[in-house]
Nanobody, 129 residues
Framework: VQLQASGGGLVQAGGSLRLSCTASVRTFDSTFKTYSVGWFRQAPGKKREFVAVKSYRTGDTWYVDSAKGRFTLSRDNSGNTAYLQLTSLKPEDTALYSC???????????????????WGQGTQVTVSS
């Protein structure tokens, strides 16, 4: 299963975007009901950074501090698409955003990118000042 992120674009500071993360194969196990879905981003010259994750088991969602109150991670009822709603965007949010899934579900396990699999190509978000 490969995940595809889409929905990025160029937006002015203060604007909004909705990113989607879709599984390449519709699986019986409804991907995001049996795997946690995480979003990460990488700005030029910087390391990949955790942004948000939803635990498949508890439904809890956690965000990087800079995203709290501005970003919202959700998934559709089918469990095959996840969304990251970005609002009040800032120039420092500019990055390549990628999604991936993880078999882990606990808070302490979901912030490290090496615990994720099935990364797809990301989607570029550019915020102008």
């Amino acid at each position: 299963v490969q995940l595809q992120a889409s929905g990025g674009g160029l937006v002015q500071a203060g604007g909004s975007l909705r990113l989607s993360c879709t599984a390449s194969v519709r699986t019986f196990d409804s991907t995001f009901k049996t795997y946690s879905v995480g979003w990460f981003r990488q700005a030029p010259g910087k390391k990949r950074e955790f942004v948000a994750v939803k635990s498949y088991r508890t439904g809890d969602t956690w965000y990087v501090d800079s995203a709290k109150g501005r970003f919202t991670l959700s998934r559709d009822n089918s469990g095959n698409t996840a969304y990251l709603q970005l609002t009040s965007l800032k120039p420092e949010d500019t990055a390549l955003y990628s999604c991936a899934r993880s078999p882990y579900y606990s808070y302490s396990d979901l912030f490290d990118d090496f615990k994720y699999q099935d990364w797809g190509q990301g989607t570029q978000v550019t915020v102008s000042s």
